[in-house]
């Protein structure tokens, strides 16, 4: 699986958009991006994944790069309760064995009031 | 609750001795996985379950460790002679596999967080 990078720590406003961005500059083309979050003391909890084309669902938006090089997560109205761990992975077509996640040290995300 | 569910939350130990924790995943899913995640540290994956058939072994799985999943519904993870640097937080996960062999999404249980003194 593709190595991704991550920013160490983001603060964010309450109210206010969170834009986490993620950097997987060896993505193969069949590697889709996941996102998952991880609230202190919980087991990490899904959040999206997408291919290549940009993908809404009630929890998040994720926004990826033509050049899928790239990719961004976002929180449109942040709350106290998004302050969490945000990783990022990137992983081969959801299928077979391939289906272990493989977690970097993620992005800790501070809303603020 | 249908969530996947682990116990216990918490086991404090002594070097040496041995443990054993559970998982019980959300009841259709037919795939679980046991991951380890130290302070700081994303985690890590250990092993998995197809139903009762344990498919991969990570390196981290020392031939103290010993995962089951009998009738492939729970699983059980053992350490044996624990060490302090076994003190983490193991992780179970559950999903489910498409006859089309598409895999769903991965749902993760709370953790049991074990302290070896």
């Known amino acids: 699986d593709a190595k991704t990078t991550q920013p160490t720590s983001m603060d964010c406003a309450e109210g206010r958009a969170a834009n986490l961005p993620c950097n997987h500059s060896?993505?193969?083309?069949?590697?889709?991006v996941y996102w998952y979050r991880q609230i202190h003391s919980q087991g990490p909890q899904y959040i999206i994944h997408?291919?290549?084309n940009n993908e809404t669902n009630e929890m998040a938006s994720l926004i990826i790069t033509e050049d899928r090089k790239s990719s961004t997560l976002i929180l449109p109205h942040a709350t106290l309760r998004d302050t969490a761990v945000y990783y990022c992975?990137?992983?081969?077509?959801?299928?077979?064995?391939?289906?272990?996640?493989?977690f970097g040290t993620g992005t800790r995300l501070q809303v603020t009031l | 609750d249908t969530g996947v569910s682990q116990n216990p939350r918490h086991k404090i130990t002594k070097r040496g001795q041995n443990v054993t924790f559970r998982c019980d995943p959300i009841s259709e899913h037919n795939r679980l996985y046991w991951y380890r995640q130290t302070l700081g540290q994303g985690p890590e994956f250990l092993t998995y379950f197809q139903n009762e058939a344990q498919l991969e072994k990570s390196r981290l799985l020392s031939d103290r460790f010993s995962a089951e999943r009998p009738k492939g519904s729970f699983s059980t993870l053992e350490i044996q002679r624990t060490e302090q640097g076994d003190s983490a937080m193991y992780l179970c996960?559950?999903?489910?596999?498409?006859?089309?062999?598409?895999?769903?999404?991965?749902?993760f249980g709370p953790g049991t967080r074990l302290t070896v003194l």
């Open positions: 997408g291919l290549k």
């Open positions: 060896t993505i193969s083309g069949n590697e889709y």
């Open positions: 996960a559950s999903s489910l596999v498409r006859p089309s062999g598409r895999v769903k999404e991965q749902f």
């Open positions: 992975i990137v992983r081969a077509p959801n299928t077979g064995t391939a289906s272990k996640l493989t």
